[in-house]
Structure formats: structure tokens, C-alpha cells
């Protein structure tokens, strides 16, 4: 493998995002960024993964990067337009601009990948959970990679993809390479991913997962990444757990359910089945597996409805 095809991607993804971060917190400060810069610790610019989306689309193996390409263009629309609701609805612009773009990436892959495409399109969803503290998502694809590059080799995954030169190994070694260059001031709290960037990284993700083990391959290690973002916001999420849905002694599986099927798309899946019910589970086995969490319904009457009746105390409700 010629080594400016991951030398150039790694210095093209740490220049351009401090280059962009430099220019963001100049135009941000000034009022001329809108939805892309925030007042979060202290000012921190949005989408910067902007920047290894562009770097994924113009180096990732031909053709999967047209999926990389899709998904990153619906979602730099969600980041622009934010929080806008369609009408008196209460599905926000950027929901529906993010379910189109995982819609077509599942209908463009299907013909090439087949099932697959729908598990990577889904994939979308965990990545973008994990991207609610500073450098999670970026440890995950970091993680993620270097697994997937291990299991090739160890494997003796061979080429699958009929571009002279490139193998299999090489998406998962571009993709870690890419996250690693922009990743140093998304550790530090500097800048955030937004959902150009997570999107773009779960798609790129969920393809080196088909290259090492077809259909199988993707949906194993579909869990492996919900249950590794588990793991990593756990403490976070049963202090959410506790002062917005009063579910004060979360299991593992509430975790896994969330990092699944939370979040605004979730949600909007719950209003539309569940309507305005909520349905309390009281068996064992299901509360182990989640459910509590799956069927939560946030668009329910909750005068009528805790998980629980314990009080939520102060240092939970500071945090």
C-alpha cells in the first residue's frame, strides 16, 4: 500500500481542524455562525466533523464512500438548521432530514451490500448517542477500528473490493487514522463532532464491519459498538436516567436501550406506536433485557406514571 493514501487523509484531517476550529471561533464569537457555534464551555464551534466527513468522501474505498457522502450532506443540513420544528409537529427539520438520508443509504447500499445496508444506516443512531460528551464518539470509532483491523489480520481477511491496491484493512486503518487526526481538541472540549461527523463516522464504521465479515460480521459488531457505548456513558445516563425519567436502579439492559432507541428519532417511533400509553413492565427478564427503558413514552401523561417512586435527590438534580 503507497502510504500518502493514510499520511495525506491523517495531515489533510489535523490541519484542516485547526485550521476550521481557528476560523469558526472567530466567525462565532461574532455572531455569524448560527447553529454552528455554541455557548457551551465558554464558546465551542459545532460540526466540526465536517472535516473528516469531507476527508472520508474524497479517500474512502469507491463507492462506499457515495453512502459516506449522502449521509454527510442530510446531516450538515440538520446541524444548520437545528432545532426547527416542521409546523405545529413536533418532529424537528433536522429528525426528518436525518431519517431521509438514513432511508437512502439503506436503499442506495441494498443493491451492492444487501442487508447490510440497513444495519449501517442504523448504525447511525448509537454513534450519535455517543456523541453527548467530549471525545466518546471519537474513542468508540478509535476502539472500533483498531478491532477491525486486528480481526483482518488475524483472519487473513482477503480484498473484496476491486480497486488496484486497496484492501479490505485499508477502510478501517483510514478511518482510524482520520478520527485520530481530528480527534486532540474534541478530547480537550474545543470542538464538537455535530452530526456531520458522527454520522459520517458510524457509516464509514458500519462498512468496515461488512468488509470484515459480510452481513454476520456487521451485525455483531453492530452490538458490540451499542454495548461499548454503553459501557462508556453509563454514569451519565443513570443520572439522566434518574431526574428526566425517574428510573432511579437502571439495569444494563436500560443502557443498551437507550443508546439504541434514544434520542429524538426513538421518540418520535414511540409516539407514533405508543401513542399516548405507557406501559409499565414488571417482569424480571424483560426489565434485565430494558424494556422499561424501549417502552418508556415520553409523549405519555406521566401524572399517572413513574418507573418508580423514589425521590430524586439533590446531588443528582446539580449534576
Same mark, same amino acid.
Given at each position: 500500500?503507497?502510504?500518502?493514501? $493514510?499520511?495525506?487523509? +491523517?495531515?489533510?484531517?489535523?490541519?484542516? *481542524?485547526i485550521?476550521?476550529?481557528m476560523l469558526f471561533r472567530?466567525l462565532?464569537?461574532?455572531?455569524?455562525?448560527? &447553529?454552528l457555534? *455554541?455557548? !457551551?464551555?465558554?464558546?465551542?464551534?459545532?460540526?466540526?466533523?465536517i472535516?473528516?466527513?469531507?476527508?472520508?468522501s474524497?479517500?474512502?474505498?469507491?463507492w462506499? &464512500?457515495?453512502?459516506?457522502?449522502?449521509?454527510g450532506?442530510?446531516?450538515? +443540513?440538520?446541524?444548520?438548521?437545528?432545532?426547527?420544528? !416542521?409546523?405545529?409537529?413536533? $418532529?424537528?427539520?433536522?429528525q426528518l432530514?436525518?431519517?431521509?438520508?438514513?432511508?437512502?443509504?439503506m436503499?442506495?447500499?441494498?443493491p451492492?451490500?444487501?442487508?447490510s445496508s440497513?444495519?449501517?444506516?442504523?448504525?447511525?443512531?448509537?454513534?450519535?448517542?455517543?456523541d453527548?460528551?467530549?471525545?466518546?464518539t471519537?474513542?468508540?470509532?478509535?476502539?472500533?477500528?483498531?478491532f477491525t483491523?486486528?480481526?483482518?489480520?488475524i483472519?487473513?481477511?482477503?480484498p473484496?473490493?476491486?480497486?488496484?491496491?486497496?484492501y479490505?484493512?485499508?477502510?478501517?486503518?483510514?478511518?482510524l !487514522?482520520?478520527?485520530?487526526?481530528?480527534?486532540?481538541?474534541?478530547?480537550?472540549?474545543? $470542538?464538537?463532532?455535530?452530526?456531520?461527523?458522527?454520522?459520517?463516522?458510524?457509516?464509514?464504521?458500519?462498512?468496515?464491519?461488512?468488509?470484515l465479515?459480510?452481513?454476520?460480521? *456487521?451485525?455483531? @459488531?453492530?452490538?458490540?459498538?451499542? %454495548?461499548?457505548?454503553?459501557?462508556?456513558?453509563r454514569?451519565?445516563?443513570?443520572?439522566? +436516567?434518574?431526574i428526566? @425519567?425517574n428510573?432511579?436502579?437502571?439495569?444494563?439492559?436500560?443502557?443498551f436501550?437507550?443508546?439504541? %432507541?434514544g434520542?429524538?428519532?426513538?421518540?418520535?417511533l414511540?409516539?407514533?406506536?405508543?401513542?399516548? #400509553?405507557?406501559? %409499565?413492565? *414488571?417482569?424480571?427478564?424483560? $426489565?434485565?433485557?430494558g +424494556?422499561?427503558?424501549?417502552?418508556y413514552n415520553?409523549?405519555?401523561h406521566?401524572?399517572h406514571?413513574?418507573?418508580n #417512586?423514589? #425521590?430524586?435527590?439533590s446531588?443528582?438534580?446539580?449534576?
Open positions: 500500500m503507497n502510504y500518502q493514501y $493514510i499520511l495525506v487523509p +491523517f495531515f489533510a484531517s489535523l490541519i484542516l *481542524t485550521v476550521l476550529t472567530i462565532g464569537k461574532r455572531g455569524y455562525l448560527g &447553529n457555534y *455554541t455557548d !457551551v464551555r465558554g464558546g465551542t464551534p459545532r460540526a466540526l466533523g472535516v473528516p466527513f469531507i476527508v472520508l474524497l479517500y474512502f474505498p469507491y462506499f &464512500n457515495n453512502l459516506i457522502l449522502i449521509i450532506i442530510f446531516a450538515l +443540513f440538520d446541524d444548520l438548521i437545528g432545532r426547527r420544528k !416542521v409546523g405545529k409537529s413536533s $418532529i424537528e427539520w433536522g432530514s436525518r431519517g431521509i438520508g438514513m432511508i437512502i443509504v436503499i442506495a447500499g441494498f451492492i451490500i444487501g442487508y440497513i444495519l449501517i444506516a442504523l448504525l447511525i443512531q448509537p454513534i450519535n448517542i455517543s453527548m460528551q467530549p471525545g466518546s471519537a474513542i468508540v470509532v478509535i476502539i472500533m477500528s483498531i483491523i486486528l480481526a483482518m489480520i483472519l487473513e481477511v482477503g473484496i473490493i476491486s480497486v488496484p491496491g486497496y479490505v484493512y485499508y477502510a478501517p486503518l483510514l478511518l !487514522v482520520i478520527c485520530i487526526g481530528y480527534s486532540p481538541l474534541d478530547f480537550a472540549g474545543k $470542538i464538537m463532532l455535530g452530526e456531520v461527523g458522527n454520522h459520517s463516522f458510524a457509516v464509514a464504521l458500519g462498512v468496515c464491519f461488512y468488509m465479515g459480510g452481513f454476520w460480521g *456487521t451485525l455483531i @459488531l453492530f452490538i458490540a459498538t451499542t %454495548t461499548l457505548i454503553a459501557l462508556i456513558r454514569n451519565s445516563l443513570k443520572r439522566f +436516567f434518574a428526566k @425519567l428510573l432511579r436502579d437502571p439495569t444494563f439492559g436500560d443502557y436501550m437507550d443508546i439504541l %432507541t434520542g429524538g428519532l426513538g421518540d418520535i414511540r409516539r407514533i406506536i405508543l401513542r399516548r #400509553k405507557q406501559y %409499565t413492565v *414488571t417482569n424480571s427478564f424483560f $426489565i434485565s433485557l +424494556f422499561r427503558r424501549l417502552l415520553p409523549y405519555a406521566r401524572t406514571y413513574t418507573h #417512586k423514589y #425521590k430524586i435527590d446531588s443528582l438534580e446539580r449534576r
